[in-house]
Structures are given as C-alpha cells and as structure tokens.
C-alpha cells in the first residue's frame, strides 16, 4: 500500500474514532452540550441547529 | 457580566498564558515553541475581544456568542497546528515529516467536510453553526491524536523531557475538556460544572509553564522511566 493510501485509512479511522468518541461522551445527542475547549473564559450559550 | 468566581478564574488564566510566553522568552525556547506560543497569543487576542464584547453586550447576548465561537474555531485550529508541531519533533528523526504534514492536512479538511455535512441543514447562520461544529469535532480530533502521540512517545522511548511532558500535559487537557463535556450532559443543572470548564482552561498553560521553567531542551528521562512494564 502506497504512503498516501495508507494516511487516508489512519485519517478515516482517526475520524470515525473521535466521532464515535464524542457521541459516547454527550450520550448520543452531540448536538446538545456545549464544548469549551479553549481559555478560562465564561461561555455563553451554544447556537441553535 | 459574570459572577466574580468566574472573573477570577478568567484572570488566573490569562495571567498563566502571559507566563508561558514570558517563560519561553526567558528560556530562549520562543522560536523553539513557536506553534505552542502562538497557540497562547492567540488565545490572549481572543481574551482581549471576548472581552470587550462580553462588557459591552452581556453574556447572554448573541454578540458575545458569535465572538466566542468564530475565535473557538480559530483557537482550536491553532491548538491542532501546535498538536501537529509536536507530531513533527516527534518523528522528525525518523524523517517522517513530510507523511505527518499530508496526513494532517487531509485530516483538517475531512473534519472540515464532516462538520460541514452535520450542519448544511441548519436553520441557523450557516457560517456559525459550521465554526461550532467544526471547533468541537476538532477538539476530539484532538483528544484522539494526543493519544496515539502518547504512545508513539511510549514506543519510540522518547526522551526529551519538555517534549513529553508538553505531550502529557496535553493529554491531561484534552481528556479533563472530554470528562467536563460528559459532566455537561450528565449533571447540567448543577450550576458548579459551569466552573470546572473555564478552570480546566488554566491547566494547560499552568503546566506548560512549570515544564518550561523546570526543564531545559538537554533534560533528558532515563527511557526506563516511561514504560511501567516489568521485565
């Protein structure tokens, strides 16, 4: 397998794992809690879908 | 304009990101961490602006929403770029470079794609909800490449001691955002949990900082050290 086949597998198993991820953690609803990943800053409320 | 807890914690945090790039100017190691120190410029010009929208239109008002999230995406994406730079130290001996610069790349715009399709439907302003999903699939992007780091670190026996404990660091991070992003969905009324987000936002430059100020670029850990494995 050529070197750029095999980064478009690890690509896609890194994606589908940190998705499968982060619907496990929000309980199957990822749309609802909000994610403050960046800075000490009180968040506000997320944007509507 | 929030609570006084809330002030504190946002102005320990800023105080730390300062100490990080003073530290790192001191330590003549700027440069060296280019990616890491831009990361917290960054996210001092968000602070600035956030800020600025927050005192002027009120935590709850859709001003302060859109500035909190359109510099989200921007910060998470520069959190990634200062991921991939520790990917690149990583296996730059093993002339990987080049392969860990494609792969990150295509990795950016599948997430892109992936958050793109999530939210083509929204009613809402498409550009927000994209910057949204985008910043939180990222994020656990993230979370899953600092992991497989952490065990190329293991594998590799790496021994530069800023380096992995730039990378441990990260991973404490990333993986306190993803049990306060679970803590979110499980206990949300508890007014408490709105706290341990912003606290968990001063850990990373607090640590990064104490590596920075501890360690030099020669220190070195015994490879023994790394793996707990009895032989």
Same mark, same amino acid.
């Given at each position: 397998?050529?070197?750029?086949? %095999? #980064?478009? %597998?690890?690509?896609? %198993?890194?994606?589908?794992?940190?998705?499968?991820?982060?619907? %496990?953690?929000?309980?199957?609803?990822a749309?609802? #809690?909000?994610?403050? #990943?960046?800075?000490?800053?009180?968040?506000?409320?997320?944007?509507?879908? | 304009?929030?609570?006084?807890?809330?002030?504190?914690?946002? !102005?320990?945090?800023?105080?730390?990101?300062?100490?990080?790039?003073?530290?790192?100017?001191?330590?003549?190691?700027?440069?060296?961490?280019l990616?890491?120190?831009?990361? +917290?410029?960054?996210?001092?010009?968000?602070?600035?602006?956030?800020y600025?929208?927050?005192?002027?239109?009120?935590?709850?008002?859709?001003?302060?929403?859109?500035? $909190?999230?359109?510099?989200d995406?921007?910060?998470?994406?520069?959190? $990634?770029?200062? @991921?991939?730079?520790?990917?690149?130290?990583v296996?730059?001996?093993?002339?990987?470079?080049? +392969?860990?610069r $494609?792969?990150?790349?295509?990795?950016?715009?599948a997430?892109?794609?992936?958050? $793109?399709?999530?939210?083509?439907?929204?009613?809402q302003?498409?550009?927000?909800?994209?910057?949204?999903?985008l910043?939180?699939n990222?994020?656990?992007?993230?979370?899953?490449?600092?992991y497989?780091?952490?065990?190329?670190? @293991?594998?590799?026996?790496?021994?530069?001691?800023?380096?992995?404990? +730039?990378?441990l660091?990260?991973?404490?991070? +990333?993986?306190g !955002?993803?049990?306060?992003?679970?803590?979110?969905?499980?206990?949300?009324?508890?007014?408490?949990?709105?706290?341990?987000?912003?606290?968990?936002?001063c850990?990373?430059?607090?640590?990064?900082?104490?590596?920075?100020?501890?360690?030099?670029?020669?220190?070195?850990?015994?490879?023994?050290?790394?793996l707990a494995?009895?032989?």
């Open positions: 397998m050529s070197r750029k086949l %095999a #980064a478009l %597998a690890l690509v896609l %198993a890194i994606l589908v794992s940190s998705m499968g991820l982060k619907t %496990a953690l929000s309980g199957g609803h749309g609802n #809690a909000v994610l403050m #990943a960046n800075g000490p800053e009180p968040f506000p409320k997320p944007p509507l879908r | 304009m929030p609570g006084p807890l809330a002030l504190v914690i946002w !102005y320990i945090g800023i105080g730390l990101e300062i100490a990080f790039i003073v530290c790192s100017i001191a330590r003549k190691s700027f440069f060296r961490y990616f890491l120190n831009a990361y +917290f410029l960054l996210e001092l010009g968000s602070s600035a602006g956030r600025f929208f927050l005192s002027r239109f009120g935590q709850s008002s859709a001003e302060y929403c859109y500035a $909190y999230f359109y510099t995406a921007l910060l998470t994406l520069a959190l $990634y770029v200062a @991921l991939i730079s520790l990917y690149a130290r296996f730059g001996e093993l002339r990987l470079n080049n +392969f860990v $494609y792969a990150a790349v295509l990795l950016l715009l997430t892109a794609l992936f958050s $793109y399709a999530a939210v083509v439907q929204s009613e302003r498409l550009a927000t909800a994209f910057a949204y999903e910043s939180q990222l994020y656990f992007v993230g979370l899953v490449l600092t497989i780091l952490w065990g190329a670190v @293991l594998k590799l026996r790496e021994t530069r001691t800023r380096l992995v404990q +730039f990378i660091a990260l991973g404490l991070y +990333f993986s !955002y993803a049990a306060s992003f679970a803590l979110v969905n499980l206990a949300s009324k508890y007014s408490v949990v709105s706290f341990i987000a912003p606290a968990l936002g850990l990373l430059p607090l640590m990064w900082t104490v590596t920075i100020l501890r360690h030099s670029e020669e220190s070195r850990l015994e490879p023994a050290r790394l494995v009895a032989r």
